[in-house]
């Protein structure tokens, strides 16, 4: 058991001794609810696998064990705090404002939360500290900022079957309706100015369900449902069940906030309950106006028998964002792996940009996240640009870099292994190429061979642990009109660019390219360097900030994130030259 002040301050010292708190209560709630007779589960973790308590180097998390009338109680208290949460700008003004302050703090040495956060989240979940350190310091590379415009934005059916501009955010938006007759019927009929979404609905109350090893999913549900004010909604009571497998990033990050700032989360509870609890989970789901999931295909679809069965109870049911498996990838285009193309402040060459912020795509999270992007699609650009070959050299030479700043994770290196074997096995065949050694902590493979839709989705599978293809085409649009097209389009997320030109914008040859993917299923076209940090305002595997609010038709969005990709990617590089996590000098 735990005394209540053992929650209240994360930082007393007496709590550096006690069990890490694997939930997040509101200071005022958790004075409320919890008790010194309060019942608390807890599970104990070394080198990301569980452990015996008592265990050298192991970490132990708790959490409490509510009774249905805590629960209860505990809806009414966050209730009650509503009224406090800032509204409109005011909210992401506010918000900015405290991340920017709590990343100032996490890059504080003597910060003594970052140094429990790096103590403990490695153990817990197996990744690195310097992994679990950029993450925190990067916090508000996630641009706020554009949020509020996302709530005004007035997508029509025209979206069904051509880029609209998103009013005012850079980029382009279009829709897949799951109806295929849905865009001829549009045509026909003169439906096509007609908005795709039905007025905004009141959001009462929002369920989340982060799952994973990879931190901070159950954050980024708290931050999404809590945009809702920006439709001039009244904030709704948030209840988010947190991970067994990473359960203090997003408890701490929101402890950090509220010490800047306790109103901007006041209306969140961040708690751990079993699936297979169905009085308590039913409970929850029928107060739910929205359920949001981020979790594997198989526990999307447990929380989906339980929707339906709250449905069947419900004269208001809820809407449900599942975000399930998914593979993302990276495209790299001829025009930037023309040879004698450089940074005009740096002076480094493009195709050592493109290649660094391509492996740091891959990098983050040991690609066990659904953002890291698994293979790379390299168009060959002849005698005048550089080969693939040329680019998986320079990947290798950076990915060995990130290596040495972004160190991987405490996952078996077997696997990793059994693949750099198999591919060596493959290079007798003329068609494999592979440019890393045995003995490093990433593999790196050119791989030519045509495959068969069955192969290409186990080589895909095989890209864990910072295992990256590259993989030749002769036009980028083989890779929406072949290498998509093999995989299930529910299982397709997001892909990150190199493409265009200095000062150039989308183009029509582009908007085609972007266009095919989304049809095959990919939902997010960012520039590379940009996968780990998504923004906000664009979608979310298919899913727009005002599917949080309102209901359309069924289908699913892809977004673009950007208006000049060329520029784009070198002020992504400049940026982390700004931050510290640009790696290479002149020379390199």
């Not at 109103?263 to 409970?283: E, I, R």
């Not at 914008?505 to 360097?529: N, P, Q, S, Y």
């Amino acid at each position: 058991m735990q005394n209540t002040a053992d929650h209240v301050n994360i930082r007393d010292e007496e709590a550096q001794h006690s069990p890490l708190n694997g939930f997040w209560l509101p200071k005022d709630v958790g004075e409320r609810i919890l008790s010194p007779d309060t019942v608390y589960q807890s599970e104990c973790y070394v080198a990301g696998r569980p452990c015996h308590e008592g265990q050298v180097g192991g970490i132990t998390v708790h959490w409490p064990s509510l009774t249905m009338t805590s629960w209860q109680e505990l809806q009414v208290l966050l209730q009650a705090n509503r009224p406090r949460v800032p509204r409109g700008k005011s909210f992401i003004d506010r918000l900015q404002y405290a991340l920017e302050r709590v990343g100032q703090n996490f890059s504080k040495p003597n910060d003594p939360l970052q140094a429990r956060l790096l103590e403990a989240v490695p153990s817990i979940t197996g990744f690195s500290s310097p992994m679990i350190a950029s993450t925190l310091e990067g916090l508000d590379l996630v641009n706020l900022e554009q949020l509020p415009q996302a709530f005004t934005l007035t997508p029509t059916l025209l979206a069904t079957d051509s880029w609209q501009s998103m009013d005012g955010l850079p980029g382009r938006l279009r829709f897949y309706p799951h109806n295929p007759w849905q865009g001829l019927l549009n045509r026909v009929t003169g439906k096509r100015s007609q908005p795709l979404f039905q007025p905004a609905s009141p959001t009462g109350c929002v369920v989340g369900f982060g799952a994973g090893n990879v931190p901070g999913t159950a954050l980024l549900i708290a931050f999404m449902a809590q945009a809702t004010v920006l439709a001039g909604a009244d904030p709704p009571v948030i209840f988010i069940r947190n991970s067994r497998l990473e359960p203090i990033f997003s408890a701490y990050v929101l402890e950090a906030i509220q010490e800047v700032d306790a109103d901007l989360f006041c209306n969140v509870a961040v708690l751990t309950w079993d699936y297979k609890d169905n009085p308590l989970q039913g409970w929850l789901l029928q107060q739910a106006d929205l359920i949001i999931a981020a979790a594997s295909d198989e526990t999307i679809a447990q929380i989906r028998t339980g929707v339906e069965t709250a449905k069947s109870k419900s004269t208001n049911p809820a809407r449900f964002h599942a975000h399930g498996h998914k593979f993302s990838f990276s495209a790299i285009g001829k025009s930037v792996l023309q040879k004698g193309l450089h940074d005009p402040l740096t002076g480094q060459p493009l195709i050592d940009i493109v290649a660094l912020l391509a492996a740091l795509d891959s990098v983050f999270w040991d690609q066990y996240g659904c953002l890291s992007s698994r293979g790379h699609f390299l168009e060959e650009a002849g005698e005048t640009g550089y080969s693939a070959s040329d680019y998986a050299a320079r990947l290798e030479t950076h990915m060995r870099l990130l290596a040495s700043h972004l160190p991987r994770g405490s996952f078996p290196l077997q696997r990793l292994h059994d693949s750099f074997d198999r591919y060596k096995q493959l290079e007798a065949t003329g068609q494999v190429q592979v440019f890393s050694h045995y003995n490093d902590e990433f593999l790196v493979v050119c791989d030519r061979r045509p495959l068969a839709p069955e192969s290409f989705y186990k080589s895909l599978n095989d890209c864990l642990g910072r295992v990256v293809i590259v993989r030749p085409v002769a036009n980028l649009m083989e890779v929406p009109d072949y290498y998509l097209r093999l995989l299930p389009a529910a299982n397709l997320q997001s892909l990150s660019v190199a493409v265009g030109r200095s000062g150039q914008g989308l183009t029509e040859e582009f908007l085609h390219f972007a266009a095919a993917c989304g049809g095959r299923g990919i939902t997010a076209i960012r520039t590379v360097g940009r996968g780990a940090f998504p923004q906000l305002a664009y979608s979310w595997d298919g899913l727009i900030p005002l599917d949080l609010v309102s209901q359309r038709p069924e289908g699913n969005f892809t977004t673009i994130e950007f208006e000049q990709p060329y520029d784009k990617i070198l002020e992504t590089y400049r940026l982390f030259l700004k931050r510290g996590m640009g790696l290479m000098n002149n020379g390199d």
